[in-house]
């Protein structure tokens, strides 16, 4: 039988309602939409406040983890993400950022 990892980081953005998860020993600890912390309703910018949320009240460091699970599909309801995005443009900035982080982090 397969051991299972003892902590797992779950983190799901880039559509509308991203959040984050730790699991410890298959047991979900803790769990938090961005929403709650931005107070951008259906935030789908990376969930940051929400990972820290979470690994802190798992009492966690990011060593800590032993893998990231990443569920993002990104052509999952176009139409509802272009509407998020002109209702709340200031999600749009956010994903730029994030963008760039990611193009920087890969040369």
Not at 7 to 32: E, K, P, T, W
Not at 59 to 74: E, F, H, W, Y
Not at 93 to 106: A, C, G, I
């Amino acid at each position: 039988m397969a051991k299972l990892p003892v902590n797992i980081l779950g983190i799901s953005y880039s559509h509308g309602d991203s959040s984050a998860c730790v699991i410890q020993r298959g047991v979900l600890v803790a769990a938090a939409e961005e929403e709650r912390f931005s107070r951008v309703k259906h935030d789908a910018s990376f969930p940051h406040r929400a990972i820290q949320y979470c690994l802190d009240h798992a009492q966690l460091s990011p060593d800590a983890v032993n893998v990231i699970a990443i569920a993002r599909k990104p052509s999952n309801q176009w139409l509802k993400k272009i509407l998020l995005g002109l209702a709340h443009p200031a999600i749009l900035e956010s994903r730029k950022r994030v963008e760039n982080f990611r193009t920087l982090d890969q040369h």
